[in-house]
Antibody, heavy 116, light 108 residues
Framework: QVQLQQWGAGLLKPWETLSLTCGVY????????WTWIRQTPGKGLEWIGE???????NYNPSLKSRVIISIDTSKNQFSLKVNSLTAADTAVYFC??????????WGQGTLVTVSS | EIVLTQSPATLSLSPGERATLSCRAS??????LGWYQQKPGQAPRLLIY???NRATGVPARFSGSGSGTEFTLTISSLEPEDFAVYYC??????????FGQGTKLDIK
């Protein structure tokens, strides 16, 4: 049974850096697109970016200058960092496993609030 | 960026009725479109991929159709657990992949 378990700080101040990690259990790490998505009431679901086992990344151009997605294959984990936070980054952040079929497995979601 | 427009925004129906949800793309996505169901407090769940293929474990009452710019998700006979928000998602053109704004299916 594939499970994605995510963790990280939920309350941050403007200009700080968001850091979330997603652990992958019950699944080989290669052959998938390890993806981060966020959800807000105003903008809905927003694709942030993805990383492959090789370390190759794709980012949403609207966030690319502030986002880094990295991978640790030895721990079956991948991570998201978003710097220079503003209130507009307040959202529920999800990690997910991407295949040619789509996003089949998701983490539980982490509410990140940016507030002074 | 490809914009996905879903209609209607809200659909009010009764259990046993048929639901038809639409997703229109601003440019062709071929058949690279999926549908997701999201219930409150949960992550989205993949229902349909490649426009018309049901994901593992998805009941047969869910079906998808379409190609190019026009897509439809049909629920043939609504069960109480089907009342949720539904999103379409394209993986044809990146970056970025995009989602529709959602259709809320609620109980009439």
């Amino acid at each position: 049974q594939v499970q994605l378990q995510q963790w990280g700080a939920g309350l941050l101040k403007p200009w700080e850096t968001l850091s979330l990690t997603c652990g992958v259990y019950g699944e080989s790490f290669s052959g998938y697109f390890w993806t981060w998505i966020r959800q807000t009431p105003g903008k809905g679901l927003e694709w942030i970016g993805e990383i492959q086992h090789s370390g190759s990344t794709n980012y949403n151009p609207s966030l690319k200058s502030r986002v880094i997605i990295s991978i640790d294959t030895s721990k079956n984990q991948f991570s998201l960092k978003v710097n220079s936070l503003t209130a507009a980054d307040t959202a529920v952040y999800f990690c997910a496993e991407g295949t040619y079929r789509g996003l089949e497995y998701w983490g539980q979601g982490t509410l990140v609030t940016v507030s002074s | 960026e490809i914009v996905l427009t879903q209609s209607p925004a809200t659909l009010s129906l009764s259990p046993g009725e048929r639901a038809t949800l639409s997703c229109r793309a601003s440019q062709s996505v071929s058949r690279d479109l999926g549908w997701y169901q999201q219930k409150p407090g949960q992550a989205p769940r993949l229902l349909i991929y490649d426009a018309s293929n049901r994901a593992t474990g998805v009941p047969a009452r869910f079906s998808g159709s379409g190609s190019g710019t026009e897509f439809t998700l049909t629920i043939s006979s609504l069960e109480p657990e089907d009342f949720a928000v539904y999103y379409c998602h394209q993986r044809s053109n990146w970056p970025p992949y995009t989602f529709g704004q959602g259709t809320k299916l609620d109980i009439k």
